[in-house]
Structure formats: C-alpha cells, structure tokens
C-alpha cells in the first residue's frame, strides 16, 4: 500500500511538471525572463516557506539550528540545479525540442537515481540504499531494470520526436532547430542533465533537516518541505542573475508596469504557472517519504514528467499529420516508459 501511495504522489508530482508550463501561454506581451521571474519568484521564494508553515511548524527554527555546512551544499547543489536548468534551454536550442528533451531527460534520470546510490556505497549511511544493494539484490536488480526502460522509452521518443522533425517541411525544419549542432547539443545537453540532477542530490544533503522536522513528531510525509527552502533559494538565485541580465539586455524592465498589457493576467498566470512548478516537489517530497530516496523515486518522477508531457503533446495535437510510423514510435516510446513505472513500483515493493 506504502508503495501504491508513493506511486500515486509521484504521478501528481509528475503531473505538475509536465503541465506548469501551460499558464504561461496565456502570458501575453512580456518577454519571457520577464514571466519565468515572476513565476520563479513564486516557485523558488514564495510558496516552498508558505507550504513549510503548513506542514513543518516551526521549520524557520529548524534551518537556523541546522549546521552552516549542510545549508551550504544545500545551497550550492541548489544553485548547480539551476544552472541546469538553464543550459537546458541551450540543449533544445542545438538539439531540437525532441531530442534535446530526451538528451536531457535522460541524463537527469540516470544520473539522478545513481549517483546518490554510488555516493552510499563509498560512504554508508545506515537506510539508505547503495548501488551495491541495487546490484546484489533481487529487488534491486528490477529496480535498475526499470532505469534501463526508462531511458530507452526516453531514446524512443526522442527518435519518434526525429522522426517527425523530418517529416516537417524545410521551412518548419529551418525554424524548429535553426542553429543544429550535434557536437555542440550532445556536450550542452550532458552537462544540462547532470546539473538538473543536482536537484537530487541537494535533497540528500538535506536530509538532516528533513529527519530533524520527523524527530520533532511531525508527519513524515512532509519531511522534505523544510528541505527544499533552503535548496530553492540555490534555484532562486541563478535564475534571479541570469533573468535580470536578460532584461538589462532585452530593455524588457518596463514589462512589469506596462498597463497597455494585460498585467493583472499576465501576474496571475505567472503565479499560477509558478506555484504549478513547485507542486512538483511537494509532491515528490510525500512520494519520497512512501518510497524512499533512491533509484525509485526519482525515476518515477521524471518518467512522470515525460508522460505528460507527451500527453499535453498529444491533446495539443503536436503530433498531427505525421505518418503512422512515426506515431507508432512515439507510442512504444511512452509505453516503454509506463512500463518502466511498473517496474520501478514492483521492485521497490519487493524492498
């Protein structure tokens, strides 16, 4: 039941993710370091100490007694996060949005269900899982069969995604990937994917905040919440510099008055679009509280995003007009990737 609930978490985490991105669209006349601000102030300021006063009382108290050396890595892993995520941008520019995503996705997932597990083996810490556990162990060994589904249903995807790139006329082609460089993509997008899973790796670093908010009687399932204010403002920050260079560059301070837009919308979606983007954590948190920091949650997570994110894809009818091959390819690639899920759910189950 543990393992169906941390499953279920997952999926609404995961849902969030792959569907923040939607509010944003209805944003109209601001550059876009102008709304990602906006909403990233909500995402990386505002919201993660709202949701910590909700559910861990007295979370403020728990940071200032926390040892200055685990809200520094906490920081800093943080601030390697974002800027993943920002050389993510540089990844779909070179590669194209379906194989820079894949690319990306990809390394993020791997990396970020590994590495920790890596980490343990070298240095032990009683709980958590090694990938000498994960190797040695029945159950761990569909743990890690589901990482390999998981990123070939990832590499079929993003070969469905190629296929349809081809598909596009030169003119669609020119515009959807105008700057082409495999070299250049494949670097950028392995960089971007390691940085994205420092998200990960921050969370285990502060992890003893997360078991102080539990030793205080506090519900477990929300353990993390205290956790991710203090990587979050890593996040903020990067961000924060790289989009307030882009609106010195871009002359785009004057969006944030411009009554001749629709500035009450364009605030409330960017909010709307931002507090979206944090539910993903929240809800990983209370996912990983059911199922544990390992292997399994973070891949559950990302084969999440990508799901619906092919969903949203499929409902937007990005994938209108291209041959039944290609269809075909994308939905063995999402299928993989469900698959991958099950799999992940039923080894961690067997733990």
Not at 97 to 122: E, K, Q, T
Not at 123 to 152: A, Q
Not at 244 to 268: M, T, W
Request: charged share 10%; proline share 3%; with cysteine.
């Amino acid at each position: 039941m543990q393992s169906i609930l941390g499953i279920i978490f997952h999926f609404i985490g995961g849902f969030a993710s792959g569907s923040f991105y939607m509010p944003f669209k209805k944003v109209k006349g601001w550059h876009w370091e102008s709304y990602w601000l906006v909403g990233g102030l909500f995402s990386w300021l505002i919201i993660p100490p709202f949701a910590a006063y909700l559910t861990v009382p007295g979370f403020s108290e728990i940071i200032r007694s926390t040892s200055p050396d685990i809200i520094k890595y906490t920081l800093l892993f943080g601030l390697l996060w974002g800027v993943g995520g920002l050389t993510y941008g540089l990844g779909v520019r070179y590669l194209g949005m379906s194989l820079g995503n894949s690319v990306v996705l990809g390394f993020c997932s791997a990396f970020g269900a590994l590495v920790p597990s890596i980490y343990y083996y070298f240095f032990p810490v009683e709980g958590k899982t090694s990938i000498y556990d994960l190797i040695s162990t029945g159950w761990g060994r569909i743990v890690l069969l589901g990482v390999f589904l998981c990123l070939l249903g990832i590499y079929i995807s993003g070969k469905a995604g190629m296929m349809k790139e081809k598909e596009m006329s030169e003119a669609e082609k020119q515009q959807s990937v105008a700057e082409f460089s495999l070299v250049k993509g494949l670097l950028v997008a392995v960089f971007s994917g390691i940085m994205s899973a420092c998200f990960n790796f921050g969370i285990e670093v502060g992890k003893p905040m997360a078991e102080a908010a539990v030793s205080m009687g506090l519900n477990p399932l929300f353990q993390n919440n205290v956790t991710y204010v203090v990587l979050l403002w890593g996040g903020l920050t990067t961000n924060l510099i790289w989009c307030v260079i882009l609106n010195f560059r871009n002359k785009s301070f004057g969006d944030y008055g411009n009554s001749a837009k629709p500035l009450f919308k364009n605030y409330l979606f960017s909010a709307f679009a931002g507090t979206t983007w944090f539910l993903q954590f929240f809800f990983y948190g209370m996912g990983e509280s059911k199922l544990g920091n390992g292997a399994s949650s973070w891949i559950l997570h990302m084969a999440f995003i990508i799901l619906v994110a092919n969903g949203w894809g499929i409902m937007l009818k990005e994938w209108a007009g291209v041959s039944k091959k290609t269809n075909r390819t994308i939905i063995l690639g999402i299928s993989v990737i469900i698959l991958s899920v099950l799999v992940v759910g039923y080894g961690n189950m067997l733990k």
